[in-house]
């Protein structure tokens, strides 16, 4: 009887081994299956968002077309996480009319990435945010925002291992945007910045070839440090930062004067000083959105939170998670405004746009001279440089000027200076004056007026009707 008991455990251990064994290989293949499930949901394209790129210092949509981000910054989502919700995310898009939610992670402050905050939260957050501009085709800026440990290079291993698991999980998926060092400031040279990127950006590169921002010296205001020494990667775009009450004319001639040399995105700008509080100036902050529109250059309003300072978007003590417009401070309101004034000049265009088709006698009395100063090819398409002068053959001084167009070939506006330039249908153009020469005295000219095309075919000028 003994040695039956002895037999009959021994069977019965066998069969409990058998069958945990089997629940582990369950278990193994339930997580296996769950794994592949994230890897195939990451890598999903998200409909209606194009992957951003950079061609010709210009951030450009998968047609090559310039594409201007207008978007709006948390604050330190560890400080302000609320604002992470799908009814906030939706009335960015839907009331104020913007393409871009960056989520700001913190470093090395209180609660930062680097310091003592939860990671694993942090992450969490992320994932939110980028699953909310996923579902509403928006686009998503992860910002490693460091600012008080001035020097990127400060916190190298932990960026190399938190933008490689970034990648790894969004790397697929194209409305995810890279920020890889929000300020670097202090005595923090372009050179150390450099270094930092160079090792940065490849570890990007291994699973993903999405946009990529890079912070430049002295708080992102010395762009034209990089203008001079640009990285020798493709699609990255240098970052400048304003804030309207301290920065001014002078910062603005900087950018006008690298804008045609390296891409360019405003990843942070305030309509206050350069604290985030303080006065509020909309006359400058009015200047700088006129300057962005004119070199199709994005932006991104810091900040989306309650904090109690000129640069929150919401007055204190709003429920970020339950807002509405009436909510809104100062700087939120000048953000609202400019939807409404953006939708207006739209408007204004179209008509200008109709009008100019009809004023046939208007291209006979002022007229456009153009030629071809330079063609090349690139990723499969033909570019063609043309450059016009427009003369003024009237008796009597005009205020301003516009031509349309008509290529024999569909054809895709790349960039242009000196002029406005409006796509009206795939083979036509419609060109305008700006503010600086519309207005011609009898006999006078504007010169070097502008502009790059790009067809799938050869682009054949000598069939290009100007009316």
Known sequence: MKRFFAKLCVLNIAALCILTGCSNQKEKADTSRKEQTAEKESSMETIGVSRLSTTNNRVVDENGNPYIIKGISTHGIAWFPQIINEKSFSQFKEDFGLNTV???????????????????????????GVELCRKLNMYCVIDWHILSDQDPLDHLPQAETFFEKMA?????????????????????????????????????????????????????????????????HEDIAYTLHFYAATHKDDLRAKYESVVNKIPIVVSEFGICDASGNGTIDEESANAWMKLLDQYNTGRILWNASNKDESSSIFKPETDLTNWTLNDLSASGKWLLAQTKEQANKTGTEKEQAKQAVKKTEHAKEVTLQIDQTNDWQENGKQFVQLNGTVTNQTSSMISSWQFRLAFPEPVRISDHWNCEAEQTDEKTILIRNVDYNGKLESKKSATDVGLIVSSGSKVEINNMAIE
């Open 168 to 232: 790894k999980k969004y790397g697929k998926v194209p409305n995810v945007i890279f920020e890889i060092c929000n300020e670097p400031n202090g005595n923090t040279t372009w050179e150390q910045v450099s270094e930092y990127a160079n090792t940065i950006i490849p570890v990007i590169r291994e699973h993903s070839q999405n946009l990529i921002l890079v912070g430049t010296p002295n708080w992102s205001q010395d762009i034209d440090q990089a203008a001079k020494a640009p990285l020798d």
């Open 102 to 128: 960056r989520l700001a992670m913190y470093t090395a402050e209180s609660g930062g990435y680097c310091t003592d905050g939860d990671q694993k939260k942090l992450e969490k957050q992320i994932d939110q």
